[in-house]
C-alpha cells in the first residue's frame, strides 16, 4: 500500500497517478478515443467518450457577488458593506500589464491553445514524474475560472466551498467539460475579463479593481508593470505571497512575475530588470466594510437598513432568498436617512450621555405623513467590543430588527393614547375627575372581552401628596396625573385604548400586542422602541394620519452589465383618528411643554408639543415629541434594566433624580433645534380648550415630575408604574422587561442577564 505524507494528504506517488489519469483523460478528449476504465489510475469517472459527454454542459455562472453602498438622502455614502470586496470592471479598465502579468505567470499560452493545454499538460506530467510529486499543474486560465465559479457559487457556506475546492478526479473532469464549453461561448477576451474580476487577491479583495485599491490604493486601469506582477504573483498563494505581512517572499514572487513576462515577450530584459529594483510601493487601504465604518455614526441606522432588508417579504418570499441577494451585493441603497438630522441628533446624544455612563441614550425622529426614518442613534458606539462601551443591539427599534428584547416601558408617554381613544369616544376635552392622591384601580374595567378585576387590590398614586384633584384634562396631562387617567380608563373601558394602540401601531418591542391591563393601557408600563413611540407621536403631527416607518427610498442592483430597480418597501398610511382628535391632542400636548413637566423641552421658534415618562424606580425616562413637520422620541435608561436614576452623573451632569423633562426633554430639544434649522415652522391647527377655575388648584406643586415612584404601586405619576417588571394580575399583568445589550452589562444576543428574571404571574414581580 501507498505510504501517506504526514498530516493525512495523498503520497506523491497517489499525487502523480491522479494527476496522470486527468492528463490521460484530457488528451483522450480531445483525440476523440474511447476511454477503457483506468482504475489503475484511480480515475472514478465514466470510462468513455459518451460517458464523458453525458456530463453537464451548462456552466451556472451566478452574479459576482459586489460591494453594496448604502447613501443618505443628499447621496453621500453613509456605509460600504459587502459579502466579498469586489468591484467588477470592463477588460478596457484594466492595465494591459496586468493583463499580461496574470497570463504570463498563471497560463502564458492562453491565446493559443483550447481550454486544455496538451502541451502544458504533458510538459507538468514529464516534470512530476522526475520529481515524484506534483510540482507544477496543468489548468488553464478558463480552467481556473471554471473553479472560481464553482466557489463564487458556494458562497460564505463552508461545507459548499469545501465541495467547491475538493481535489477530486471526479471535479476536474467536470472543470474540463464545462471549460470546452466556456471557451466555446465566451471567447479569450472575455474569459480573462471574468477571471480577473473573480479571483481572490488576498486581504478580503476579491477581484483585480479591488484588490489594486487594496494594495496600492488607485484604479486597475492605472497599475504599472511592477504593480501588476505583484498582484498576479498573489493569485497563486493570497496568504503565502501576501505583501503586506510578508514583504520579502512577496517581492520574490514579483520578480519570478516580471521574469515570466520577460521570457514570453511582454516586456524586455532590461523592462524586467529596471521593475526588480522598484520597491513594492505599497499604499495600503484599510478594508472599509460593514455598519461599523458608518458615518455621522450611522451604524444603527445601517444595521436597521440591512434588517428590513433580510426580513421583509418585498425582497424574497424566503430568509434564504433575502440574505442571497443582500450576499450578492451589487445594491446601491439610497435610503430616508437626512444627514443634517442625524448630525444634530448625535451632537445632541453626545452632548448630554457620554458612552462611558451607567445608563445609554437612544434617539429617533420621523417625519409625520411620510414615515420617513430622518435619523437614529444612540449613545453607545456601534460595535462588538464590550470594553470600549459598545454594542451592536440598537435600542431604537424593535426586537426583530435588530433591537433589545422587549424594548423599555414608556412610561407616562402612553398617557396621549389614552386621550385620543376618549376623545375618539366623544369624552370631552373638558372632562373633569376627582383624580384623588391615590386611589384603588376601579373594578371592573371591561376588556375587549372578559371584564379586568382588581382582585389582587393594587393601587395607583400620583407623584406626590399635593397632586389632589378635581383635574380637567389638560391641567391632568400637563401635570401628568396618575389617577386622573386611571378613572378615564374606566369610564371608556380598555378595548378602545387597546383599538387606538393597534391603529397607531403601537405594540411592544418582541412584537406582541399590549396587554389589556389598567398599568399597560394607561401608565406605560410595558416596553416598546422609540421608532414606535415616534412613528406614534407623528400621527397628532399629521392631523390623524399614521404613516408606516421606512428607511429605504429605493435600491438599484448591479447583475452583470445591468442595473435593475428592485421593488421597496413603501409606507402605509391610514386614518388612526379625526383631525378634530388630531387636533385637540396637539393642544394638549403643546401644554405640556409650555408650562407643564416638558417645559425644559420646549422649542421656542416653531409650535411643538410632547410628553415627559418616568418609569418605576426611575430606571427609564422618556420624552416624545414633534412640531406638524417632524416627530422625535428619546429615551434613557439602563439597557439591561438594572440601574436606577437617582443620585446619579449623566454626561458629566449630576442628578439627584432623573425624570422625563430634565434629560430626555434636553437631548430632544438640542436634536430636533438641529434638525429643523432652516426648515418651514408650520403652525398647528390648535383648538380653544377653556381651563375651568383657574384658582382652586392654585397651592398645587406644578413641577410634581421631580417626585418619587413607589416600588409597591404600578402608580407613580411620571414614573408610569411597573417599569422593571411592576406589578401583576393573574393574566399576567405586566412582565419583566431587559435588553441586554452590550456595552451595559448585558449578554451580546440581547438575552436576560443571568440573574434577572421575568415577572410573575401574580402579584408584584420581574423585580432584581
Known amino acids: ?53 453525458a456530463l453537464p454542459t451548462n456552466l451556472k455562472t451566478p452574479p459576482l457577488s459586489q460591494r453594496t453602498t448604502i447613501l443618505d438622502t443628499e447621496g453621500d455614502t453613509i456605509a460600504t458593506v459587502y459579502s466579498r470586496d469586489r468591484t467588477v470592471v470592463d477588460l478596457k479598465d484594466i492595465s494591459p500589464y496586468m493583463q499580461k502579468a496574470i497570463v504570463a505567470i498563471e497560463d502564458s499560452r492562453f491565446y493559443e491553445h483550447g481550454a486544455i493545454d496538451l502541451k502544458g499538460v504533458l510538459r507538468a506530467l514529464n516534470k512530476n514524474a522526475r520529481s515524484g510529486e506534483v510540482s507544477e499543474g496543468a489548468s488553464t486560465l478558463t480552467q481556473q475560472y471554471v473553479k472560481n465559479v464553482f466557489v463564487e457559487e458556494a458562497g460564505d457556506d463552508p461545507t459548499k466551498v469545501a465541495q467547491a475546492t475538493q481535489q477530486t478526479i471526479g471535479r476536474k473532469i467536470q472543470e474540463l467539460k464545462l471549460a470546452i464549453q466556456v471557451e466555446e461561448e465566451l471567447g479569450k477576451k472575455k474569459i480573462l475579463e471574468n477571471y480577473l474580476n473573480i479571483t481572490f487577491f488576498g486581504q478580503q479583495a476579491y477581484g483585480v479593481e479591488a484588490a489594486s485599491q487594496r494594495y496600492f490604493s488607485k484604479h486597475a486601469k492605472d497599475l504599472n508593470v511592477q504593480e501588476s506582477a505583484l498582484l498576479a504573483g498573489i493569485v497563486q498563494s493570497p496568504s503565502r505571497y501576501d505583501p503586506v505581512n510578508d514583504e520579502a517572499e512577496a517581492t520574490k514572487r514579483r520578480n519570478t512575475v516580471l521574469t515570466r513576462m520577460a521570457q514570453v515577450g511582454d516586456i524586455s530584459q532590461a523592462e524586467a530588470a529596471e521593475a526588480k529594483k522598484a520597491p513594492l510601493g505599497l499604499k495600503v487601504s484599510k478594508p472599509n466594510n460593514g455598519c461599523i465604518t458608518a458615518v455621522d455614526d450611522a451604524g444603527f441606522f445601517c444595521s436597521y437598513v ?7 417579504p418585498v425582497f424574497g418570499k424566503s430568509k434564504e432568498d433575502r440574505a442571497k441577494i443582500w450576499n450578492q451585493g451589487g445594491l446601491t441603497i439610497r435610503t430616508t436617512l437626512d ?31 411620510t414615515g420617513k426614518i430622518v435619523a437614529m442613534g444612540q449613545s453607545k458606539p456601534y460595535g462588538t467590543n464590550a470594553k470600549q462601551h459598545e454594542t451592536v443591539i440598537n435600542y431604537s427599534v424593535d426586537y426583530s430588527v435588530g433591537g433589545s428584547n422587549y424594548g423599555f416601558p414608556t412610561g407616562s408617554t402612553f398617557k396621549p393614547f389614552l386621550a385620543a381613544a376618549a376623545l375618539e369616544e366623544n369624552v370631552s376635552a373638558t372632562k373633569e375627575y376627582s383624580s384623588p392622591y391615590d386611589m384603588d384601580y376601579p373594578s371592573p374595567i371591561q376588556t375587549c372581552d372578559k371584564p379586568w378585576i382588581n382582585d ?21 396631562m400637563a401635570k401628568s396625573v396618575n389617577t386622573y387617567f ?10 378602545p385604548v387597546s383599538t387606538m394602540a393597534d391603529k397607531l401601531h403601537v405594540h411592544q418591542g418582541n412584537g406582541d400586542k399590549l396587554p389589556q391591563n389598567p398599568s399597560a393601557l ?18 397628532f403631527a399629521s392631523r390623524g394620519m399614521y404613516c408606516t416607518p421606512i428607511a429605504i427610498e429605493s435600491i438599484t442592483q448591479n447583475v452583470g452589465d445591468e442595473q435593475k430597480s428592485l421593488d421597496v418597501p413603501k409606507s402605509t398610511c391610514s386614518r388612526a383618528m379625526s383631525e378634530k382628535t388630531a387636533d385637540t391632542m396637539n393642544t394638549l400636548l403643546q401644554g405640556v411643554v409650555d408650562s407643564g413637566t416638558g417645559k425644559e423641552a420646549g422649542l421656542g421658534d416653531r409650535d411643538n408639543a410632547g410628553k415627559t415618562g418616568t418609569t418605576d424606580e426611575r430606571k427609564n425616562a422618556w420624552f416624545v415629541g414633534y412640531t406638524p413637520n417632524m416627530s422625535g422620541a428619546v429615551w434613557v435608561g439602563s439597557a439591561t434594566q438594572k440601574v436606577e436614576m437617582k443620585n446619579i452623573t449623566i454626561g458629566g451632569v449630576y442628578h439627584s433624580l432623573v425624570f422625563g423633562g430634565a434629560v430626555p426633554g434636553p437631548i430632544w430639544k438640542d436634536a430636533m433645534t438641529g434638525a429643523l ?3 418651514d415652522a408650520p403652525p398647528f391647527n390648535l383648538v380653544d380648550i377653556p381651563d375651568g377655575d383657574k384658582n382652586k388648584n392654585k397651592d398645587k406643586n406644578k413641577d410634581k415630575d421631580k417626585g418619587r415612584g413607589d416600588d409597591n404601586k404600578p402608580g407613580g405619576g411620571d414614573n408610569g408604574g411597573g417599569g422593571n417588571g411592576g406589578d401583576g394580575d393573574d393574566e399576567g399583568f405586566i412582565a419583566g422587561l431587559s435588553d441586554g445589550g452590550t456595552g451595559d452589562g448585558g449578554s451580546d444576543d440581547g438575552g436576560f442577564p443571568g440573574n434577572w428574571f421575568q415577572g410573575a404571574g401574580n402579584g408584584p414581580g420581574g423585580r432584581d
Open 1 to 53: 500500500m501507498p505510504k501517506k505524507r504526514s498530516g493525512g494528504g495523498l503520497s506523491p506517488t497517489q499525487q502523480a497517478a491522479k494527476f496522470l489519469g486527468v492528463s490521460v483523460l484530457a488528451g483522450a478528449v480531445l483525440a476523440g478515443i474511447a476511454l477503457p476504465a483506468v482504475g489503475a489510475l484511480g480515475l472514478a469517472a465514466k470510462g468513455s467518450v459518451e460517458g464523458f459527454d
Open 306 to 312: 440591512r434588517n428590513v432588508f433580510l426580513n421583509d
Open 339 to 369: 444627514p443634517q438630522a442625524q448630525s444634530s441628533v448625535q451632537q445632541s446624544l453626545k452632548g448630554h450621555v457620554d458612552e462611558s455612563d451607567e445608563v445609554a441614550s437612544a434617539a429617533t425622529l420621523v417625519q409625520p405623513g
Open 456 to 476: 389582587s387590590g393594587y393601587r395607583v398614586e400620583n407623584e406626590n401628596e399635593s397632586e389632589v384633584g378635581p383635574y380637567r384634562l389638560k391641567e391632568a
Open 486 to 495: 386611571v378613572q378615564m380608563l374606566s369610564d371608556i373601558g380598555l378595548c
Open 522 to 539: 394607561a401608565l406605560g408600563s410595558v416596553g416598546m422602541s422609540p421608532l414606535t413611540m415616534a412613528s406614534a407621536y407623528a400621527t
Open 677 to 679: 434649522s432652516g426648515k
